[in-house]
Structure formats: structure tokens, C-alpha cells
């Protein structure tokens, strides 16, 4: 009997006639003849509610007491679908992460997952039951209740899906599925049908929204097909899945985009060794992450270094820059918030090599100026104006005939 | 260092401010030189509005699940009062009903407690923390979510104080104490400084609303000094300890009532040994509860069976007591849901036969007729009119001078 994990989130569960519609769909795929596990995150806004209850009465949250107060959202949700279930007849049983054994280390509010026990999920299974699982939370190896931070149930449902060796592990969501571009900006953007994990996790890296890059990782890694669908259709949506020969085809795939990003530039260092080492050595012992990075050549024994961080991180990034601009020689340290990323992604471009001339006339025909550039074997992003993000990403899809 | 554990309620911790208040509170228990343990109900409505939820997403709701949603409710509370600590600089931490080992029968939405192993709380309270706990909840032998049910936080709180043999056990609330009356009911009732035990299981027995039942029984098992007082003023308020020499000078302690009672009468019963018994075991076995069980002196041979049961159980006991009438050879069964209960409560009382009969006597001056007469050592009830309750309340409170 095929093993299906489903994962719901949180506008899935977003009230009682959603968690109803949840209940009647585990139990058609049941009806078709699949054993499933579900996977829930808290309904709609409670996780919000509960930050904003905290903020009401202290300006000082300790971690270990954040992680206990938001992981009560999962058990909400995750008791309350259970009961949907024994009103349609459907044995179900409902586990927090501690109880299914999901141990992590303890930093908390962004715990990692170590390792999944699974015990319990396993004897509920084989007492034909459904297990409902609190998506987003763990036990820590010091006993104590920890969350995953942003896409951890996501993150929850590939891990049960590989210990347990699913045979699919679907993320249910409020859209149907990953499209070849933010179907706000491109209306003509179709939904993909087939995508490979090296593709999505550059999706995931550039700006697409659907999933995190976390989950798709573990999932290439325990080689866990993905099927990416909604909620309030129930249509297939976009399978992720190992890459295959006819994917090949597809020389680009998707076009994304991403505004959250700021760029600075350190210009007229001395092209020396461990230059470059000491500043993202300096930038990485205050966390900063840094996202692309570009060193001209040098001119006259001088380069400039450029590189892009979340908006979050500019003024940290700017600061430290300067602090260490006359130990590196450097001349000077600029900033720009208001740039924006494009990217194409596809697995073909491997063997495609004029897609990146490509994508440049593209967008010099539009007249818009290209600020950086990087590539990967599969994806080419460029830095541009934020302003011209939105023309970009339309003029690019209909370049490539992603429409 | 005395240690004191501090039992929060609902409407103590019933928004941001009340928590806050609650932190300082505690704060101010520490400076004064005490060890404190806390234990928190969920914040005001936070538990009737998950029923509410549950009720709303669906009708089968099993006693599992229903426990595991509600659950969240004191771990949303304790987690803020943890953080409304920690900005007042006190190191504090929040522990579930299963962190702090609170193991239960599986008898679950109203699990009792089998034994408490709170190693977690001695290494808090090693480490200079105080110790937030969830009330109302455990962890069954089964490695279940269970909660206590009416009365479970109070249990919580006095299982844990005499599992670490607290100084006193604190039950803050909205009232500034247990009274000599319902002051609703009787202006001029007084706040009682100081009760035995065995006084205040009568009073919960028989309808005072501030403790339940078996929060009492659990402190007097175990020695436990109960401490009733207000989260508003903080004023002190009501001790309720062991029987002292003093105690005794006060013949009449309160008057309570209770109108949540119905009388069952089965009529013309033979007088032969083995008929109430086996009316009673047929009630018994539909999980009715009896409270006041009474029966007349035979006349010519046959007698009358008078008892009364929870408002609730009245339909059930009717039908039983009608079903099993032809083979206890009773001539009719009458039912009267308009009844309630009026009780003298008081150690003295033991050492003063008069109580009954000035009891007895008020009542007749009043014009009050009494239906159904039990008694205890240290009490004395009456079934009376339930139109007349709330005038015996007062005349029996005059009477006694309790004002």
C-alpha cells in the first residue's frame, strides 16, 4: 500500500470548514487505498497572535519559553483535524513533535532537526490509524520544546517522509503549485509540472516563494518526490522529484525574482591574497549572511568588491565594511537598497551556453542596465534596479516562451 | 527558606496586565525572602473558546484529542508569565504536566493523578528558578496528554507543594477568601480567617464555590496549609489547615447552599433488608451520583426511599428508579427538580447537640418547610423549597450570628 505524507498549512487548516475540507480529502486518498500521515501547521494567523500576546506583556522573550508558547498553534490545529476525522469515521491519532520523536539540537526558535525516532508514528500506522503530526516543533537532546523556524513544517513533513520511506510527501498550500514566474507580475506564467530538486532549490535560493529551501534540500538529500499542490482545488500541482532525461528539454524553467536584497560595494582594495578573506571572515563572526559575490578584475592593483545581503543585515554589513576598510586598503564602502534580483533557472542551461547572452540582450533591448551578475550551472541571476525588477522578470518569460 | 507555591486562575492571569501583575507578585514573594513554584490556569476564556472551536470543526471529539487541545491553553499562560518574569530580571522557567512528571490514570478530560516525580522542579529550584508549571494537566502511563478535569489546577498546585513539602500552598483567585455565607446572598457575611480541613471539604461538599473538592481532600491527606486570597488586593485571605484547639470555639462556621440538586422519591417500598441496595447499585450502574440518601422509619410494613441527585442525572434516575419499581414492589416514584439544599458547616458542632434543633427551629419561624433532613459530625443539611433557599441562608446566618 503506497505511504503518502500530506502537509497542510496554515491557510489549508484556516478555519473549521477548511479543517473539515482537510479531514474529507485524507480520508478520499485513504479510500483510494493509501496509508497517510498528516502534517499540519497552525491555523491561519495563530502563530501571529501568540507573537503579538507575548509583545503585550514583555519586552524580554527567553527563547526556551518563545519555542513553548508558539508550538501550542500545531497542537491546536492537529487535535481539531483529528476530530474531523472521527466524525467521518477515520481512526486518527494526533502527535507533537516530541511525542513522534523529532529530536533537535537546542537553538532555539530555529532548531535543526538531528533525528527522527518515529516509534509511535510506526505503531500508529500499523494499528491502521492516521497520524497528525504538529508540523514546525521538536524535543531538544536537553528535553526541551523547540521550533524550526521559517518553513519548518515544510521541514517536518520531508523528515517523516524519509524515515518513514514515503512514497510522495505533498505540501498543501493556498496555490496550485510552483509557476514559471510570480503570476502577479507574469498573468501568462504556467504551473510547472515536473521540476528536478536542483532546480527548485535554486527557485527557493532566488525568490520563489512556494518552498523553503531547507525542505527542499532534505528531500533531494533522502531523495523524497515532492508534490507541491492546493488545498482549495485538490488539482495535481508540481511534482519535485529527482532529474530525469526528459527534463532536458526545458532549457529555462522558471524566471524569479527577489526585492529583499541590498548590495554593498567595498571598491579600490589592493589586489592582494586574503583580501577577500578577511572581509567576509569579518561579515561572518556578525552573522551577516551574504548572499552573491562579485570581484572585478583588477585595475592598476586595485578591485572592488561587491556583495548582496537581506535588507535586514544592510546597516550590520555597512558598519562592518567600514571598520575594516583601512586594515584592507580600501578606498571606500557604498551601499544600494534599492536593487532587486532576476534569475532564470533550468537544468538544460548546462548544455545550452548561449542562454546567458541571452538574457542580457534580452534586457538591454528593454534598456534596463545590469548591476551584477552570477551564475550556477543551472541558474544566471543578474542585479538590476529595483524599480525595473517587475519589466525584467515579464520581458525574460516571454524571451524564453515560458508562457 | 520557605518555600510557597502560588496557584494562579483563570481571571488571574486573564490578560497582559494581570500577568504582569502576577510577575510582580511573585517578584515581590522572592524579595521577601521565599522560594516560589507557580502554577498557572489558561488565561481567562482561552479554554471555553478551544471548546468552542472544537464544537465548531466537529461532533466526535475523542477524550484524547479533546485533552491534547485544551492542554494548550496553561501552556500559552505559563509561557507568558515566564516572560513577564523575565523582564522583571527573575530567572524563571515553564514546565508542562508531563515535564514535571505528573503522571495520571488514562482516564482522560478528567485523569487523576497518580503520583508526581517533579525531578525538574527540584533542579529549577536548585538552580535559583522559579518554576512556572502548567496546572490541569498530566501525562498518563500511556505517554498520553491528559487533563484533570473541574478543580485540576488547584490539584496541580497542592500535589505539587506536598510532593516538595511547600510552606503553604497559595490559591489566588477572584475573591478575597472563602465567607461565612455567599455574600451575594448575605451582605454581611465575613471572611473567614481560618478553617480546618475537615470544615472546608463539607462547605465544597455541600456548595461553597471557591475550592473543590478534591483540592481539599488532596492538602488534608496530605498536610498541605491552603492559603485562599485574592489576585486583585493580594490581601490575605482564608487559611484552611488542620483542626487547632482554637478552631473549636466556633460552633457554626458558614452557611452554604446549593441549588443544583433534585429529589427522587420512590415510594411504598417493602420493608425488607436488600431493597435499597439494589435500587442504589441499579443507579450506580448508569454512573448516577447520589448525594443525600434518606429513609423514613416502615409504617404497616412499607416505607419511603428519598434521595437526591445533580439536576443533570435527574431524567436517568427517574427512569431507573420507575424501571426497577415493579420488582422493589414500590408503589410510585415522584421526582421534584425545585429543591435545594441549605447546610450548617462547623468543627464545633460536634460538641454542641443544640445546633440541629435552633437550626430546625429558625427555619420553622421563617415559615420554611424542610423535606429531607442528613447530617454529619461537623454538619447539618436541609432540603428545603428551592424558592425558599435563599431566606434560610440568611435567617440560619442571623441566627448563628456568623455576621
Redesign the interface.
Known sequence: MPLVVQKFGGTSVGD?DR??AVADHIARTRRQGAEVVAVVSAMGKTTDE?IH??D???????P???D??V??GE??S???L???L??LGVDA??F?GS?VGIITDNDHTRAKILEVKGDRLREALAAGKVPVVAGFQGVSTE?EITTLGRGGSDATAVALAAILGADVCEIYTDVTGVFSADPRIVPEAHRINRISFDEMLEMAATGGRVLMLRAVEFARNHNVPLHVRSSFTWEPGTWVVEEDADMEDAVVTAVTHDTSEAKVTVSGVPDRPGVAARLFRALADKSINIDMIVQNTSVKGTTDISFTVPNDDLTGAIETAQAHAEELGASGVTADAEVARVSLVGAGMKSHPGIAATMFETLADEQINIDMISTSTIRTSCIVAEEDVERAVRCLHAAFALG
Not at 56 to 62: C, G, I, L, R
Open positions: 473549521a479543517i473539515r501568540l500576546l507575548a503585550s506583556v514583555s519586552a524580554t522573550q527567553p526556551r519559553e518563545y513553548m508558547l508550538s501550542t497542537r491546536i492537529m487535535s481539531l483529528v476530530m474531523a472521527a466524525d491519532a494526533s507533537t511525542q528535553r
